[in-house]
T-cell receptor, first 115, second 115 residues
Framework: DSGVTQTPKHLITATGQRVTLRCSPRSGDLSVYWYQQSLDQGLQFLIQYYNGEERAKGNILERFSAQQFPDLHSELNLSSLELGDSALYFC??????????????FGPGTRLTVL | AQKITQTQPGMFVQEKEAVTLDCTYDTSDPSYGLFWYKQPSSGEMIFLIYQGSYDQQNATEGRYSLNFQKARKSANLVISASQLGDSAMYFCAMRAGNAGNMLTFGGGTRLMVKP
């Protein structure tokens, strides 16, 4: 158990809908990262928050947004869902902002299926 | 740009034998970290081992060791005494000092341990 929690574990929804994925980092970790794992794109970095502020953006679509709250949990919002958004979404956390030696610990993931 | 290459899509190993999973990387940054993660069929990403670019010795964690050859830009994972529970996808990842905060992942290697 990494100490990172994600809910829900599974999510099935229809095209055009909006969903929210939730993540709680390990105790004491200030950085939260979101990744998407799909069959065609592999594992891709989406976005990072550190202590409530957005700090880095990767291949995140404009239909997607995220935020980190004062209690450090984070939410990833996906809107106008398309079939291609079906994927496993991971949250990861680390204790510092950005040092290349820092290990990112991953949550169990949320499997999103868009029908 | 950072790039991770895992050339073995799938591998078999006999139980109790050792196996090496290949990983080559490309970065122009002298400061970077290399990570290996295990993804069992249940989907979670489990951190296994870390190697820093300035580390003089190869990293070891229990049955896992990392064969780090800096000049060849390779960071191969060695699993000794394979167990049935080692059957999983294995991902090599890199985090470079000048690349912000993201992990860049390889395409993964599926390891299957035969009894």
């Amino acid at each position: 158990d990494s100490g990172v929690t994600q809910t829900p574990k599974h999510l099935i929804t229809a095209t055009g809908q909006r969903v929210t994925l939730r993540c709680s980092p390990r105790s004491g970790d200030l950085s939260v990262y979101w990744y998407q794992q799909s069959l065609d794109q592999g594992l891709q970095f989406l976005i990072q928050y550190y202590n409530g502020e957005e700090r880095a953006k990767g291949n995140i679509l404009e239909r997607f947004s995220a935020q980190q709250f004062p209690d450090l949990h984070s939410e990833l919002n996906l809107s106008s869902l398309e079939l291609g958004d079906s994927a496993l979404y991971f949250c990861a956390s680390s204790d510092r902002l950005a040092k290349y030696t820092d290990t990112q610990y991953f949550g169990p993931g949320t499997r999103l299926t868009v029908l | 740009a950072q790039k991770i290459t895992q050339t073995q899509p799938g591998m078999f190993v006999q139980e109790k034998e050792a196996v090496t999973l290949d990983c080559t990387y490309d970065t122009s940054d002298p400061s970077y970290g290399l990570f290996w993660y295990k993804q069992p069929s249940s989907g979670e990403m489990i951190f296994l081992i870390y190697q820093g670019s300035y580390d003089q010795q190869n990293a070891t964690e229990g049955r896992y060791s990392l064969n780090f050859q800096k000049a060849r830009k390779s960071a191969n994972l060695v699993i000794s005494a394979s167990q049935l529970g080692d059957s999983a996808m294995y991902f090599c990842a890199m985090r470079a000092g000048n690349a912000g905060n993201m992990l860049t992942f390889g395409g993964g290697t599926r390891l299957m341990v035969k009894p």
